[in-house]
């Protein structure tokens, strides 16, 4: 069965960044994408950004670009999303999805709880 | 557009039907059959239970319905239960790659 387990809750200050890992199994990793898609408390869901599986090519929302970096390793089946120069606003839970081919988010993970604070 | 437009609520009674609409631009639902929408209960992983407008991944009772009219998509729920009282959350590509999701909608069964 499909499963992406990401890793566990983080605590940062201002101005650090953050790695998340999402590891995947129960499907061949290079044919899918993986999206990643934050929510902050009490608040609705919003995309990250999206990396292929297979290249490592990337798409990503405006208001991260420049900001966030996803990678891909293969050989573990695992992606992986940075966010640099955090702030209060990116105080969230951070999910991974896998993308089914069509942009959509079929199989997502956990969640990544992710707290900025001095 | 940085989010889709989605009443912040809806509710109906058990048995009943309710509609949840989800407002775009031609540059996204409007443009592209890559609508999809999600579930989500308290606490947990949004949950896939409609794609491409109008498709439903095994397992998701055909009392979800999903349709598209120009810029705008909907959600109907049918036969309302207690279990369907959750947020959901329409989303679109948007071109390049990229795609944006709605600002959910609170369904609240009666």
């Known amino acids: 069965q499909v499963q992406l387990v990401q890793s566990g809750p983080e605590v940062k200050r201002p101005g650090a960044s953050v790695k998340v890992s999402c590891k995947t199994s129960g499907y061949i990793f290079t044919s899918n994408g993986i999206s990643w898609v934050r929510q902050a408390p009490g608040q609705g869901l919003e995309w990250v950004g999206w990396i292929s599986g297979s290249d490592g090519n990337t798409a990503d929302a405006e208001r991260f670009r420049g900001r966030v970096l996803m990678t891909i390793d293969e050989s573990t089946s695992t992606a992986y999303m940075e966010l640099r120069s955090l702030t209060s606003d990116d105080s969230a839970t951070y999910y991974c999805?896998?993308?089914?081919?069509?942009?959509?988010?079929?199989?997502w993970g956990q969640g990544t709880r992710v707290t900025v604070s001095s | 557009q940085s989010v889709l437009t989605q009443p912040p609520s809806a509710s109906g009674s058990r048995g009943q039907s309710v509609t949840i609409t989800c407002t775009g631009t031609s540059s996204d639902i409007g443009g592209y059959d890559f609508v999809s929408w999600y579930q989500q209960h308290p606490n947990r992983a949004p949950k896939l239970i409609i794609y491409?407008?109008?498709q439903r991944p095994s397992g998701v009772p055909d009392r979800f319905f999903g349709s598209k009219s120009g810029n705008t998509a909907s959600l109907t729920v049918s036969g309302l239960r207690t279990e369907d009282e959750a947020d959901y959350y329409c989303?679109?590509?948007?071109?390049?790659?990229?795609?944006?999701f709605g600002g959910g909608t609170k369904l609240t069964v009666l």
């Open positions: 491409e407008v109008n």
């Open positions: 999805a896998r993308d089914k081919g069509d942009f959509t988010r079929d199989f």
């Open positions: 989303s679109s590509y948007t071109g390049a790659g990229t795609s944006i």
